[in-house]
T-cell receptor, first 113, second 114 residues
């Protein structure tokens, strides 16, 4: 248990569905992240929120929409996804400042059919 | 700019033998460095971190790493591999600016043979 909880752990959705991934951190951190991990590809940083404001968005398609209502919660809203979006989605949190490590959740394994 | 290079995509060892996973870094200053481990279909877990307090860093599960500035290396070692060590390992360096971004190596998959 790392203090970062992701739900659901597994999700299968059709291309016309709308779903949301949830992340909650219990570490008192003020920065949260979404990463995408696809098979045989490097880990991709998708979004960064610091103090509940989005500070980085790495050219992610608009079918992925993040939301950070407070410093403990982070959502990733999904709609009209493509099969190539199937991947492990990892949430992480860290404390503001340079050179600090991130703590990761267990991930959500997403399959788009 | 900060970067890390993991020199081996796969390492295979027998149970009970030493483990060596290699990582070289590039940085314009003395960086922090991390090793993370990822078991299949799980998130990443921090194994250990270097923050300039001591060059030999001990982590969880018997792993340790030594920061060698002259060689720009931060190799991960363990004296005796266990079957449960089979996983993917990532060497990581913070980008170092204000955006908290972590730079991940490409990963090394450790296979442990019985």
């Amino acid at each position: 248990e790392t203090g970062v909880t992701q739900t659901p752990r597994h999700l299968v959705m059709g291309m016309t569905n709308k779903k949301s991934l949830k992340c909650e951190q219990h570490l008192g951190h003020n920065a949260m992240y979404w990463y995408k991990q696809s098979a045989k590809k490097p880990l991709e940083l998708m979004f960064v929120y610091s103090l509940e404001e989005r500070v980085e968005n790495n050219s992610v398609p608009s079918r992925f929409s993040p939301e950070c209502p407070n410093s403990s919660h982070l959502f990733l809203h999904l709609h009209t996804l493509q099969p190539e979006d199937s991947a492990l989605y990892l949430c992480a949190s860290s404390q503001e400042g340079r050179n600090t490590e991130a703590f990761f959740g267990q991930g959500t394994r997403l399959t788009v059919v | 700019a900060q970067s890390v290079t993991q020199l081996d995509s796969h390492v295979s060892v027998s149970e009970g033998t030493p483990v060596l996973l290699r990582c070289n870094y590039s940085s314009s200053y003395s960086p922090s460095l991390f090793w993370y481990v990822q078991h299949p279909n799980k998130g990443l877990q921090l194994l250990l971190k270097y923050t300039s307090a001591a060059t030999l860093v001990k982590g969880i599960n018997g792993f340790e790493a030594e920061f060698k500035k002259s060689e720009t290396s931060f190799h991960l070692t363990k004296p005796s591999a266990h079957m449960s060590d089979a996983a993917e390992y990532f060497c990581v360096v913070p980008r170092g600016d204000s955006s908290y971004k972590l730079i991940f190596g490409s990963g090394t998959r450790l296979l442990v043979r019985p």
